[in-house]
């Protein structure tokens, strides 16, 4: 129990005071962005010195600084989301439908209707700010009949509140389907500063970029519906509406340029607010942290790197472990000399077996991955059963890891379905359902789910009428006729098929065209074969630190493992990365797996997972490239198969 609170305090330690320390800058940039957004908000080219007194005033007046602790607010709220809905690896819905899901799920909803709010906060700071017509909601007006004076509905003011919630809808929209909360590690550590430096120029242009884009479709969506919430309001509030003013509703009263103007800002301002935050969260978070390797004090071993390796619960804790140890690997010699140390007393390579044993895991997991995938789509879309799965592995496969080694096990034989990126990380580096992944990972039981998806994982609805061997209709149309009839079976000469439970529907007979609408439906539920391929790899980050930590370990102990504690590892090492490089040559050979992702215009989402594939396969023979070079023909007495020394010399030979 002891060692579980030292390592709560742990984490708490390292995640929950950078968040608080990027919420803190946040807020500590309000101050200037505001400055800019009044600068900019009362900007008169012909009269400069007026322009800056009025600003200076602005700025020292008791609703700027109101508005500044609304801001603060708004700030506080943003940085508790990104810690809330921040995630390691990206959402890849495969097919439309779980998009679709994913949008609606009600945690969404939730974060939708919370920036929404926000907007609306933001948008009524900007537009006191700006003073003039957009100050209030309720403005003075005379009536044309009786002459009396009353309050009518300021629609200018609720053009910007209504923009604010359009534009916090299309920022928590974008999270979801531009990956906004996934946070990658850079290849090239840098400090703090620099790296916000250099990606400051690029949030201020996807923030002015943002603002344009909504800012035009709200203007369109306004034309069309905005006399709705104009009447609701003013009929809910009691405000009348000023007939003699040009309603904004009409393609006159859009065409004001100092309208689209302070939209336009406006919108730069809101969206500023939210990037600053996102990006020093990011900054703050993947900032590399280093683990001792070994403790002289037991209630300190559980923050050793070996032990914070095995981390399941905190996924970026398991990540900045991985990222310490390729660090360590190549810069450190000291900490290098610890991992090949032995234990005192006993002289047993604890660190050793822990490090290599908890990498070798993750690359074993990958490969079982990449091979299911295969057998999946080698069956034409339907996954194996084990044993099936089982006698169809390649000898070179099955005797490929070398057993007897202390504290590694042996690689074992895919025998699962496909995994999703909400199931690989269950059992390698966190749970699908954790705090981490929930928002994002698509849930096989959410009634959005597609069949696509439940089919992929193994899991299938008993009371379906595709259920047991069928998964789609289009099989029907791809492969042989899985519904044939008792009288076509005897005429072929194959025995007939076992009829059918009474409880459930006989299937549509291959001749029957399905409707438009059910036609509609699959192919929305179809698989999409790049985001197939993305979603393999969507957690291979930790897969290349793990390869670059293995690699470098192994190259080092050439020369600095004294006590010869790899050596006995390294066939272990070795037969694991030839099978890994197998599959993945393998799934390179499908269609659509070696194809590049599209460039997007300029937007906060990471799009960096869509490349990784092809990063791990250049790690991935980087290590080898990297062993082999070391070794050289020493490998030759290396105890592996046959057919993966053949491998390895073509990276002897420098033919890979």
Request: charged share 15%.
């Amino acid at each position: 129990m002891f060692s579980l609170k030292q390592n709560s305090w742990f984490i708490r330690k390292v995640v929950i005071w950078r968040a608080v320390a990027s919420i803190a800058w946040s807020v500590l940039l309000l101050p200037v962005t505001t400055a800019v957004f009044v600068l900019l908000s009362r900007f008169s080219l012909f009269h400069p010195i007026q322009w800056i007194s009025d600003c200076t005033s602005l700025l020292t007046a008791s609703s700027t600084i109101f508005s500044l602790v609304v801001l603060c607010g708004v700030v506080l709220i943003t940085g508790f989301f990104n810690l809330e809905f921040y995630t390691l690896v990206p959402s890849i819905p495969c097919s439309r439908m779980a998009l679709l899901g994913t949008v609606l799920h009600p945690r969404q909803c939730v974060h939708s209707l919370v920036y929404c709010t926000m907007g609306m906060l933001v948008m009524w700071c900007a537009s006191v700010t700006i003073g003039g017509r957009y100050s209030t909601l309720g403005t003075p007006c005379r009536q044309s009949e009786s002459g009396e004076v009353a309050t009518c509905l300021n629609e200018y003011h609720l053009f910007l509140l209504l923009a604010g919630a359009f534009m916090g809808y299309s920022h928590s929209f974008l999270g979801v389907v531009q990956n906004m909360y996934y946070v990658s590690f850079q290849p090239i550590q840098q400090y703090k500063y620099p790296r916000f430096k250099g990606c400051l120029l690029m949030v201020v242009k996807c923030s002015v970029i943002q603002a344009l884009y909504s800012a035009r479709n709200f203007a369109a969506l306004y034309f069309f519906f905005g006399y709705i919430p104009k009447t609701w309001i003013s009929s809910t509030l009691n405000l009348q509406i000023d007939s003699s003013l040009q309603s904004l509703d009409s393609l006159t009263g859009l065409l004001d340029f100092s309208l689209l103007y302070h939209l336009s800002i406006s919108g730069t301002f809101l969206y500023l607010t939210w990037y600053l935050t996102v990006l020093l969260f990011r900054i703050y978070v993947t900032e590399a942290y280093s683990f001792p390797v070994q403790s002289t004090f037991t209630e300190d071993a559980e923050q050793c790197l070996p032990k914070v390796l095995t981390e399941k619960t905190t996924l970026v804790m398991k990540f900045l472990a991985l990222q310490d140890l390729a660090l360590l690997s190549q810069h450190s010699l000291s900490r290098r000399l610890e991992v090949f140390s032995l234990s005192q007393p006993g002289g047993h390579p604890h660190n050793w077996n822990a490090i290599s044993g908890e990498c070798l895991s993750l690359l074993s997991e990958l490969t079982q991955r990449l091979v299911a995938h295969q057998d999946a789509v080698a069956s034409n879309g339907r996954v194996k059963s084990p044993s099936a799965s089982s006698d169809t592995r390649s000898a070179s496969s099955s005797s490929s890891v070398v057993s007897g080694t202390e504290g590694i096990a042996e690689t074992p034989r895919p025998s699962v379905p496909l995994r999703t990126p909400g199931s690989v990380f269950k059992s390698s580096v966190g749970g699908a359902n954790s705090a981490l992944t929930a928002p994002f990972t698509p849930d096989v039981n959410s009634p959005f789910s597609s069949p696509a998806l439940r089919r992929l994982v193994g899991q299938q609805d008993p009371q379906s009428p595709w259920s047991g061997a069928v998964q789609s209709p289009h099989i029907m149309r791809r492969g042989p006729k899985l519904w044939s009839a008792s009288t076509e079976s005897q005429s072929n000469g194959s025995p007939l098929a076992s009829p059918a439970p009474a409880s459930v529907p006989s299937p549509p007979a291959a001749n029957q065209k399905p409707s438009f609408l059910a036609q509609w439906l699959q192919n929305r539920r179809e698989q999409l074969p790049e985001a197939s391929s993305q979603a393999l790899f969507a957690d291979s980050q930790a897969h290349i630190w793990a390869l670059q930590g293995l690699s470098h370990l192994v190259a080092a102990s050439f020369s600095e493992d004294q006590f010869g504690v790899v050596q006995t590892t390294l066939p272990n090492i070795l037969s694991s990365l030839v099978v890994l490089l197998e599959a993945v040559d393998r799934h390179f050979k499908l269609p659509h797996a070696s194809s590049k992702p599209v460039r997007t215009i300029c937007s906060m989402g990471d799009s960096t997972y869509k490349t990784l594939r092809f990063a791990l396969r250049a790690a991935l023979k980087t290590a080898i490239y990297k062993i082999t070079t070391t070794f050289g023909e020493h490998l030759n007495a290396v105890n592996i198969s046959t057919e993966h020394r053949k491998r390895l010399q073509q990276f002897l030979e420098f033919k890979e």
